[in-house]
């Protein structure tokens, strides 16, 4: 199992920007599918942006030109890059990968809270 772990949450105002880390306890070199997720209070997780061993990334409709995804493998970490903040984007946001054999590892969450 490897250990996730993200930071960079907090309260912003609406337009604010924010960076997301998940920091992985060993080489993501490998990870096939590297993940952002979200779950507001009341609604299901919903997937947020991913990108894959080849750097190709995939957003959700709903903040596709807001957010970036990007990875820095040397540093084993991928990132979230959200800009022009929505009070809609208030949840708690999880990192997710996907290895070798289906093995999937979660981070705690952040949480996100956009508001004035």
């Known amino acids: 199992q490897v250990q996730l772990v993200e930071s960079g949450g907090g309260l912003v105002q609406p337009g604010g920007s924010l960076r997301l880390s998940c920091a992985a306890s060993?080489?993501?070199?490998?990870?096939?599918?590297m993940g952002w997720y979200r779950q507001a209070p009341g609604k299901e997780r919903e997937l947020v942006a991913d990108?894959?061993?080849?750097?190709?990334?995939n957003y959700a409709d709903s903040v596709k030109g807001r957010f970036t995804i990007s990875r820095d493998i040397a540093k084993n970490t991928w990132y979230l890059e959200m800009n022009s903040l929505k009070p809609e984007d208030t949840a708690i946001y999880y990192c997710?990968?996907?290895?070798?054999?289906?093995?999937?590892?979660w981070g705690q969450g952040t949480q996100v809270t956009v508001s004035s």
């Open positions: 997710n990968a996907i290895r070798n054999f289906g093995a999937i590892d």
């Open positions: 990108i894959n061993s080849s750097d190709r990334s």
């Open positions: 060993r080489s993501i070199f490998s990870f096939k599918v």
